[in-house]
């Protein structure tokens, strides 16, 4: 049996011969109980099996390959991999790291849970043999700099889902060569569909799913209201339904670790830990774990943790607007387009808000989930509950609670929790899934009651493209119309990065797309913020006459331009707190500063319509959100994006209407906070909200401190405002000054009297970050693409080179001559510099010509001689990964 991970291998296996002989010496019962407790029913039996035995055995084995040639891809040599031989026994011994090795003899398992392995990995407190792939300037380190280092440590090029991807084609190949094990697999497999063919029964009459489904599809299917949305564009053309709109996102297993708890500022997160309303802290090192192994996941599609059976009970947790309703109301219409034919095969899908069984709860006209989808006037249909509880019994149903951070009082969400919990009890094989948003979330009790946890992702790029793809094929007619639209809102998205960030949330898509339906997108940020936040301030319609009963009160007093200004104090309020910024902010300071907002135009009734609005505000999300999940209310910005804008704003406002600020007051805001990257987005909007003579000012004072202790950021963040300026010719002295300080950066290496304190660090760094400060704050400059291309051929820096390669590909891609540049930097760069686990300049050459050009002809050519001649034996492993996946496309 020649299995994929030892074809074409020439060493010999360091870690594989040590684990068998542990495992002849030990008894297998356990192993095999573990791995196969999932898909086989009569484990106890199985586990005497020689036949099974041995499966897990050679499953070991080859896991056990599988992590070794992983660990040669770093170029350890034999005493290193070595040093791995006694952290791996301990990991193998795992009952959690055997289960999840098991889930590869699952029927049509595609994925392993790395997430699992990682976390697992990271927890053994051993120490780690050797730091990998340090770069040269390690030689002048001190000794104890290399000491102490966590074994959870693999090298940087480590990849959990390759080990798993390999892992689980020998398991294929296990399974294929083992008859006694196949014969016992498939007979539970079928075992198992025949018990499920067993309890279908025909449907009661009473039971009337078709009815159901008809009142989903009523309910949920045209649920986008985009009129709502957009009272300027009139109708739409074309009817924009979930089903056909929707993009599945990605999802990160987040079991061990809830990162935006940790986005919190410190004294916020100090204040709410006390009350137990997030988790305890954990140490930097740990943090630095759970960070890292999150980070490190590989990303799966929602729709595939929801298929996957490991998954029973399901948490999604995302941000406000990131699509977490979105996704239960297209499963249950998925579900809902059924054929009559095919409803029997099928498990009922039961969509449940949370919000409005809370509330059917507190009128009490039901005290259970069954009772509320039988009785409640306000469901969709009712579905006998006696029926509803058989099917439950024989788990032909997904449930899905929708919004348990809707439920506001601390009190009635546990009450809900602990029902969630008794519902998964009384019905133990019906798949479950409850959505929250993530902040302020309390995970242990739904962790401890078997729930795996799941964050959904930002969109990739190309979600995104899907997305405006399809949005423009539903809801336009005309396709020259269409073509133009569509081609405006892609252009707008690919010149910026922070419109790029904004575009990966589905909410702030959708803005955009409306957006682009009415005008073409700002060029600039500051402007696509402003008309963006107009959009949903518009939906902030709050009728102050009708709510306070006051006929004295203008209707219309809290129009566009209030409500501007509210949201200005508050991101205002939120950073003046304290100088971390951080997107939340108490009720209470919520509503004293809508009060001191609308003093001046309500008098005394301002009071108690602020405390209105602030009721509206846990009801509905606007530009402003309400944070559940707390003991205390809190509210957030929609997206961290428009607490940035808006604190901007205020500062602008300040200067420019109010007068409170002068350019000194601007200034001395840049000095307060250049140091901090929470804060240089704010800082980069004030500089493109301003006018340039002024900006120019600013620009001035960033240039004349020294910024070396902090790594130069007051220079690139120079830069970056530079990209903001609308008019670079009235600011062109100082701009081109600027220039030729970030190129000096460039050879930031050569320098040597450095005071920075971690020097061997930067050295590298600051070249390269400088290289790319000038290709995209002056890529239209005629002088920076000639001075890009002598940096990559002609440096005498590999790590100039590379980077100059690195920004010629992303910015200059359809430039005449690149191309060529690409293909003599991938034969002739005379790289000799020791290997620094980042790859050197003809590896990012030729990974950018495969990535550009894969269709060329001559990419292939030039991957084909790289694997076979190159006198890198780094870049010829390279070259031949990427030739076999060339060839299989």
């Known amino acids: 049996m020649v299995d994929p991970v030892s074809a074409g291998l020439g060493l ?47 499953a070991i084995k080859y896991f056990t390959q599988c992590f070794e040639q992983e660990l040669q ?95 689980l084609k020998s398991v294929k190949l296990i399974i294929q060569h083992n008859a006694e094990l196949r014969q016992i697999l498939n007979t539970n497999q079928f075992a198992s569909m025949e018990r499920s063919l067993a ?17 989903l599809r009523e309910l949920y299917e045209y649920s986008l209201n985009l009129d709502n949305l957009d009272k300027r564009s009139g109708e739409y053309e074309g009817k924009l339904t979930i089903k056909e709109i929707f993009i599945p996102q990605n999802a990160r297993s987040c079991q061990e670790y809830l990162p935006k708890d940790y986005e919190l500022p410190k004294e916020i997160q100090k204040r709410l830990r006390e009350r137990g309303d997030i988790a305890a802290e954990v140490s930097p090192e740990d943090l630095e774990r759970h960070q890292k192994a999150y980070s490190q996941q590989q990303t799966r599609s929602v729709l595939d943790v929801i298929d996957d059976v490991t998954y029973r009970y399901l948490v999604i947790l995302g941000d406000p607007g990131s699509g977490k309703s979105t996704l239960l109301k297209y499963l249950a219409l998925q579900w809902a387009k059924l054929s009559a034919n095919d409803l029997s095969l099928h498990p009922i899908h039961l969509l449940i ?3 409005k069984y809370n509330r059917s709860q507190d009128e009490k006209k039901c005290d259970n989930f069954l009772e509320f989808i039988e009785r409640d006037s306000s469901r969709i249909d009712h579905l006998d509950k006696n029926i509803l509880h058989e099917w439950l019994q024989a788990g032909r149903a997904v449930v899905m609670f929708d919004g348990l951070d809707e439920v506001f009082e601390l009190e009635k969400r546990n009450r809900i929790i602990d029902q969630i919990h008794s519902f998964t009890q009384k019905y133990p094989t019906v798949k479950t899934i409850v959505t929250s948003r993530v902040i302020g979330y309390q995970q242990q009790r739904l962790k401890n009651a078997g729930f795996h946890h799941f964050m959904l992702q930002d969109f990739e790029p190309e979600q995104i493209q899907d997305f405006i793809q399809k949005w423009h094929d539903l809801t336009l007619i005309d396709r020259l119309k269409k073509a133009a639209l569509l081609e405006r809102l892609q252009q707008a998205i690919a010149a910026s990065n922070s419109i790029r960030e904004l575009a990966g949330n589905p909410l702030l898509l959708t803005m955009m797309a409306i957006l682009n339906r009415n005008q073409e997108l700002p060029r600039f940020r500051a ?48 950073q003046s707190s304290g100088k971390q910024l951080g997107n939340i902010i108490s009720r209470e300071d919520v509503r004293q500063t809508i009060t001191d907002s609308l003093s001046g135009l309500m008098g005394t009734g301002a009071t108690a319509c602020a405390k209105l609005m602030v009721d509206q505000l846990r009801d509905r999300n606007f530009i402003l959100c309400f944070l559940g999940g707390y003991n205390e209310d809190y509210f957030a910005f929609v997206h961290r994006t428009f607490l940035e804008y808006f604190c901007a704003w205020e500062f602008v406002r300040q200067f420019e209407k109010q007068k409170t600020l002068d350019i000194n007051g601007l200034i001395e805001v840049f000095r307060e906070h250049w140091r901090d990257e929470s804060w240089h987005e704010v800082l980069r909007l004030m500089a493109g909200m301003l006018d340039a003579n002024f900006t120019g000012q600013i620009l001035e004072y960033l240039i004349g401190e020294n910024g070396e202790a902090d790594k130069f950021s007051n220079l690139f963040l120079a830069a970056q405002c530079v990209s903001e300026v609308k008019n670079r010719n009235e600011i062109a002295a100082i701009a081109s000054q ?46 920076t693409l000639p001075w890009l291309k002598q940096c990559a051929q002609s440096d005498d820096d590999s790590h100039m ?19 060529e540049l690409l293909c003599d930097v991938a034969i002739n760069d005379p790289f000799e510099r020791e290997y620094d686990g980042q790859g050197n300049p003809r590896q990012t050459a030729l990974a950018a010509m495969i990535k550009l050009y894969p269709d060329r002809p001559q990419t292939l050519e030039l991957v084909r001689d790289r694997a076979q001649n190159d006198s890198d034996e780094r870049l010829r492993e390279f070259a031949q990964k990427k030739l076999a996946e060339l060839e299989r496309e």
């Not at 309890?199 to 009459?205: F, G």
């Not at 930031?748 to 020097?759: A, C, K, L, M, V």
């Not at 080179?801 to 191309?819: C, M, S, T």
């Open 12 to 58: 010999g296996w360091l870690l594989v011969g040590p684990i068998l002989q542990d495992l002849a010496k030990a008894a297998l019962d356990d192993y095999v109980k573990d791995f196969f407790k999932d898909c086989i029913k009569d484990v106890e039996g199985l586990a005497k099996k020689p036949f099974a035995q041995n499966a897990v055995r050679e």
């Open 73 to 167: 891809r770093s170029h350890l040599d034999k005493k290193q991999m070595q040093q791995y031989l006694q952290p791996l026994r301990q990991f193998l011994k795992q009952p959690d790291v055997r289960q999840v090795l098991g889930t590869a003899f699952q029927a049509n398992c595609k994925y392993l849970d790395t997430g699992i392995l990682a976390l697992h990995w990271q927890n053994l407190r051993l120490q780690h043999p050797v730091r990998q792939n340090l770069p040269t300037f390690t030689r002048i380190v001190p000794a104890n700099f290399l000491q102490e280092q966590p074994v959870s440590s693999l090298p940087d090029t480590f990849s959990w889902e390759q080990v798993a991807e390999k892992y």
């Open 199 to 215: 309890r279908i029964a025909p449907i009661p009459a009473k039971f009337n799913l078709a009815s159901y489904q008809e009142g």
């Open 527 to 574: 402007k696509l913020y402003e008309e963006a936040s107009k959009v949903l301030l518009h939906k902030w319609d709050f009728e102050v006459k009708e709510k306070l009963n006051n006929d004295r009160i203008d209707p219309y007093v809290i129009d566009e331009e209030v409500k501007q200004s509210i949201c200005g104090r508050i991101a205002y309020t939120m």
């Open 353 to 355: 808000e949370l919000r």
């Open 801 to 819: 080179r590379r980077a100059a390669v690195q920004e010629l590909a992303r910015g200059w891609k359809d430039e005449p001559g690149i191309f």
């Open 738 to 783: 600027l220039r030729e300080r970030v190129k000096e950066l460039t050879k930031y290496g050569n320098i040597t009297h450095s005071t920075h304190p971690e020097y061997h660090i930067v050295v590298y760094q600051i070249p390269r970050q400088a290289v790319a400060a000038v290709a995209a704050t002056w890529k239209d400059d005629p002088e």
